[in-house]
């Protein structure tokens, strides 16, 4: 899981070096979430960081217990999401704070746990390493979020590797989740990057196959960006309700 977290580390070092570039009343300009500020976004990650680090103690039932105090009953995980960020807003320096604070924390608790560990988290149980990786697809997204408020998208690096490979191994709950029946075997054949080939699944002669960048993939699958203006193609059987179902998020 070494690398995993290491992908994970230099995501969230580069997320902290955009927040240290924000002027204080920059943290309250519009994020690419709607509804959200920059601060927000930061809240967000605070509360789901601080979320991981009780899910490895466990204790994850206890805390979703006490964070759904005063929220509307059921609802989908967007919305509860967005309670919780509307229910702890406050001063955007103690978002930073608390953002600060929880991605130490977050760090070493992955540090302490063994990678095939089971830990509870929204969408059921997970490999330690499956949710290390979750967490960086989110801090992964959540950086861009926040960034376009102040300047251009960072370049993509090799550390969307791990998110693509979570898009692709993931797919089978994407489609339960959405009520679909499992799509079978589904190939990735992308381009980092650096411009080399990653390929998921490609051995077993999959009958759907997505071609295309790495980025765009991690963009679509991260509901940020639609298809239709990305360099995402597919063929087989399965091939449109990957590209419309595919994630990286519970």
Not at 115 to 127: D, F, I, K, N, Q
């Amino acid at each position: 899981m070494d690398d995993v977290l290491a992908a994970l580390d230099a995501q969230q070092q580069e997320l902290g070096a955009v927040v240290d570039r924000l002027r204080p009343d920059q943290l309250t300009l519009p994020s690419r979430c709607p509804g959200w500020s920059v601060a927000d976004v930061l809240l967000h990650l605070a509360q789901t960081n601080e979320m991981a680090v009780a899910s490895v103690e466990g204790r994850v039932v206890a805390w979703m217990h006490a964070a759904a105090q005063g929220l509307p009953p059921g609802g989908h995980v967007d919305d509860w999401a967005g309670a919780l960020v509307a229910g702890e807003r406050g001063a955007p320096d103690q978002a930073v704070a608390r953002w600060r604070a929880s991605t130490a924390a977050q760090l070493a608790a992955f540090t302490t746990c063994p990678p095939h560990a089971r830990l509870t988290w929204v969408s059921g149980e997970l490999a330690a390493r499956t949710l290390a990786t979750t967490r960086l697809a989110e801090a992964w997204i959540h950086t861009v979020d926040a960034v376009v408020a102040v300047g251009p998208e960072p370049a993509p690096t090799d550390r969307l590797w791990h998110v693509t490979r979570l898009a692709w191994r993931t797919l089978p709950y994407a489609f339960a989740r959405a009520g679909h029946q499992s799509p079978g075997p589904v190939g990735f054949d992308l381009r980092g990057p650096a411009g080399d080939r990653w390929t998921f699944g490609l051995d077993d002669g999959p009958p759907t196959v997505v071609t295309g960048t790495a980025h765009h993939l991690c963009t679509v699958a991260g509901q940020r960006t639609p298809v239709g203006p990305t360099d995402l193609h597919a063929d087989g059987p399965h091939a449109q309700a990957v590209l419309r179902l595919v994630r990286t998020f519970a």
